[in-house]
């Protein structure tokens, strides 16, 4: 089984940081990794695919990186409706999340 | 606009069935593969199985393989998942995910999740 880890866990950022959140994987999954974007007590909504592949409609200050084990999102100039948990997903083989990066207020 | 509609979710005691039921419109249904997903409270996000656009192959979680079933009626744009012999663990929000193309491809729609409950 692929393993995901996440790091880091929380994050504290004020709006207008510069946020990078970390994934890797326990093998190579090529570039099949998607983010997404959860908010208490809303469904997870998907920001990138195929590693740096921005859904439709998800503002350019999300972006993608990386491919084999090392994978990051960025979202450039934090503004206040990011602040949520973000979950990275492999897709190479079956599905398997990471735990999860909440970013909250500094 | 894709919808997806679970239902089913409530109190069940541990060793019990549940049946979840996950109505979707917006799209050609058996084009697509569907997936569960779980959210136990407080935690993460779990894959559960998976299910191809045209039924027959299934995929599920270590978790839940020999206790969980998939299955889709295309002809209702319905996917189902049969939950037997269920444990405290899997208290869980359950989401109902489009699969944005095959089996193994990132889910881009999702229900707004049924809360099952095991607990005596």
């Known amino acids: 089984d692929i393993q995901m880890t996440q790091s880091p866990s929380t994050l504290s950022a004020s709006v207008g940081d510069r946020v990078t959140i970390t994934c890797r994987a326990s093998q190579s999954i090529s570039s099949w990794l998607a983010w997404y974007q959860q908010k208490p007590g809303k469904a997870p909504k998907l920001l990138i695919y195929?590693?740096?592949s921005l859904e439709s409609g998800v503002p350019s200050r999300f972006s993608g990186s990386g491919s084999g084990t090392e994978f990051t999102l960025t979202i450039t100039s934090l503004q206040p409706d990011d602040f949520a948990t973000y979950y990275c997903?492999?897709?190479?083989?079956?599905?398997?999340f990471g735990q999860g990066t909440k970013v909250e207020i500094k | 606009e894709v919808q997806l509609l679970e239902s089913g979710g409530g109190l069940v005691q541990p060793g019990g069935s549940l049946r979840l039921s996950c109505a979707a419109s917006?799209?050609?249904?058996?084009?697509?593969?569907m997936s569960w997903v779980r959210q136990a409270p407080g935690k993460g996000l779990e894959w559960v199985s998976a299910?191809?656009?045209?039924?027959?192959?299934?995929n599920y979680a270590d978790s839940v393989k020999g206790r969980f079933t998939i299955s889709r009626d295309n002809s209702k744009n319905t996917v189902y998942l049969q939950m037997n012999s269920l444990r405290a663990e899997d208290t869980a929000i359950y989401y109902c995910?489009?699969?944005?193309?095959?089996?193994?491809?990132?889910?881009?729609?999702w229900g707004q999740g049924a809360l099952v409950t095991v607990s005596s």
């Open positions: 917006g799209f050609t249904f058996s084009n697509y593969a």
């Open positions: 995910a489009k699969v944005s193309s095959d089996f193994w491809d990132p889910f881009d729609s």
């Open positions: 299910i191809r656009g045209r039924g027959g192959s299934t």
């Open positions: 997903l492999q897709y190479n083989s079956y599905s398997t």
């Open positions: 195929k590693a740096s």
